[in-house]
């Protein structure tokens, strides 16, 4: 929609869209700063829970609706609630925060890093690689479904792999909590 | 609002990501902070995929939530087992290999 005012016109729905990713992003952004700077684990599982949210917004507006569903139900349902029971049954504890010199340390290497990220925002246009799907064709058959049909056509293998994976994970933990630590006994001499 | 603010909020929540890790004692906000640099390179994917218009970082974004939640219940059972022998959650507190 566009408004002209004679001497300014913009793009009202263009405004609105880039108003709302940065609120979104800030939110992310703000929420990642709780979750790490928070000394109670149960608020920072929380903050972690409005992360991965905003993450799922932000997916959506990015034109990955199928993405953003996978993002909640299985981040920040699946693998939250996860977070919650261990919490729950570890009983968690406040750490206590100091600003000492390891976290000085830490937290220059960040800013360098940082500042090296930032960088690389500086990029020019990089050269497109053109997909099979563009958007009128994922319009046309909705994007789960073209997500389907990529998934399950040329990354075949890697899918398989992943359930390999999940598999691998599942009898990993079996044999840990199954198998329970003895610790070695002293020999007497 | 381009690639730029793609790169920014990415290269920010995996700084933080990063920072957390080097600093928390806890496990569990170590495995927060992990989670949260998965998240930032998964929201860099799916920006990407929309500028590129191409569906190949959605399936990267998707292999990289397997790879994540096979990793997160791994190592939280790992941390259970941990607690059960030692009753303590501090990562320095382990240093029974320490020469």
């Known amino acids: ?17 880039d108003g709302v990713l940065l609120a979104v992003g800030g939110t ?11 000394s109670s684990p149960i608020y920072s599982a929380l903050y972690l829970i409005g992360h991965m949210i905003c993450l799922a917004i932000l997916f959506l507006m990015y034109g990955a609706e199928f993405i953003a ?15 919650l029971f261990i919490i729950a049954l570890l009983g968690g504890k ?34 497109p690689v053109t997909g099979i ?13 073209a997500i389907g049909l990529e ?16 598999l691998v994970a599942g009898v990993g933990i079996i044999c840990l909590s199954k198998f329970t630590y003895k610790p070695p006994q002293r020999r007497s001499n | 609002m381009g690639q730029e603010f793609i790169l920014l909020v990415s290269a ?29 390179v998964n929201f860099l994917l799916i920006g990407y995929s929309n500028i590129l218009k191409s569906l190949d970082g959605q399936i990267f974004a998707l292999m990289i939530m397997a790879v994540a939640a096979a990793e997160v219940v791994v190592g939280l059972a790992l941390i259970l087992t941990i607690f059960r022998t030692r009753h303590d959650l501090n990562v320095d507190h382990l240093d029974s290999l320490k020469g």
């Open chain 1, 1 to 17: 929609m566009l408004i002209d005012l004679g001497w300014f016109s913009f793009d009202l729905f263009q405004i609105t869209y």
């Open chain 1, 28 to 38: 992310a952004i703000l929420a990642a700063l709780g979750v790490v700077l928070c």
């Open chain 1, 69 to 83: 569903a996978v993002q909640l139900i299985v981040y920040a349902g699946a693998v939250m609630i996860l977070f």
């Open chain 1, 94 to 127: 406040k750490e206590s925060q100091s600003f000492d010199f390891h976290k000085f340390m830490a937290l220059s290497f960040i800013g360098t890093v940082l500042a090296e990220l930032a960088l690389s925002a500086r990029v020019g246009p990089t050269r």
């Open chain 1, 133 to 145: 799907f563009d958007e009128k064709l994922i319009a046309d058959v909705g994007n789960a479904k």
């Open chain 1, 151 to 166: 998934l399950y056509s040329k990354h075949l293998i890697p899918f398989e792999l992943a359930s390999c994976l999940l």
């Open chain 2, 12 to 40: 920010t929540v995996f700084c933080i990501g990063a920072f957390g890790f080097m600093v928390r004692k806890n496990p569990l906000i170590m495995f927060m902070s992990v989670e949260l640099m998965l998240n930032s």
